[in-house]
């Protein structure tokens, strides 16, 4: 529980202070494996699989292109063990756009030896997300 609740305590310290391009990714390195992975859905406009700490801190850079404001109202631990579950309560305001979106996500975190290892988010709905950045459905209707 201390490396999710530390995590997310550095996460918002590093956006406070100005997250990608201003504040330093050393903020939240000591969370992160060295190896870590970040999976990202294909619909979202920051889709991918992101590794280590340089592909975590290009997702934060791309994730701050795509949202002006993505602010996490709520959290509930669900279950912490090697394998946490968070839901998350997010209202976000799209640079594109200027729509903003409450949304749930729902996290699998993946802790071994103190550390994030892998994270796995599951946002509720993905058309709302590409929606509010004014971005078409995907082919397939995904």
Request: aromatic share 10%.
């Amino acid at each position: 529980m201390s490396v999710l609740t530390g995590m997310y305590a550095a996460e918002a310290r590093y956006l406070a202070a100005g997250g990608p391009g201003q504040a330093s990714f050393d903020i939240l390195a000591p969370y992160f494996g060295p190896d870590m992975v970040l999976h990202q859905a294909e619909g979202l406009p920051y889709a991918g699989t992101w590794h280590g700490h340089d592909g975590l801190a290009r997702f934060f850079l791309a994730m701050s292109e795509t949202w002006e404001r993505f602010d996490m109202v709520e959290q509930e631990f669900l279950t912490v063990s090697e394998v946490a579950v968070v839901e998350t309560l997010v209202r976000a305001r799209a640079r594109a756009t200027g729509r903003e979106l409450a949304l749930s996500i729902l996290q699998t975190i993946a802790i071994r030896d103190g550390r994030i290892r892998e994270v796995r988010p599951f946002y509720w709905d993905t058309a709302a997300v590409r929606a509010a950045c004014g971005l078409g459905p995907m082919a397939g209707g995904g």
